[in-house]
């Protein structure tokens, strides 16, 4: 089994999202009082960082906060809005790839305006207060937890990816 998601990359691509939305949701869930309302920490979010070395990240993280927002978020609001601004932050994320500094704003800005939405409408959260702590507890995650994972993992084989050959 170990030999054919190494030879055939579309099994190989498919594992590393599921591995990947497998972590962040178990994460999320593990840590549920914190991951949740309207003063959170998500430390699953750390996780964004792994668009900057594979675009299956982008999926893995979707179906990850989908999954934890299934089982543990604020309503429908949260499924829906909350996994798309995932999806658009992950997007956005790989894209910018080549600027890891900036890559990490997009999960910082898009949650705060979307998530501070969310918990305004669903919890009756104040909205500005709402963006505020989102903005706050995911900067905080992503870059004081995220970028040092980033400069950790880009030094192994298996996260080598062009951009960081080039820069080590």
Known sequence: MLQQIKRNPLVRRVVLGGVIAAAYAVLCL????ISFEAVQFRLSEALCILPLFFPEAVAGLFVGCLLSNLLGGVG????VFGSLATLLAAWATRRLR??????????VLVNAVVIGLVLYYAAGTPLLAGMGSIFVSQAAVCYL????????LRRYRFFQTEQTEQKN
């Open 30 to 33: 593990l840590l549920q009082p």
């Open 76 to 79: 429908i609001l949260d499924i």
């Open 98 to 107: 080549r600027f890891p500094l900036l890559a990490l704003l997009p999960p």
């Open 145 to 152: 937890v995220g970028y040092p994972l980033y400069l950790l």
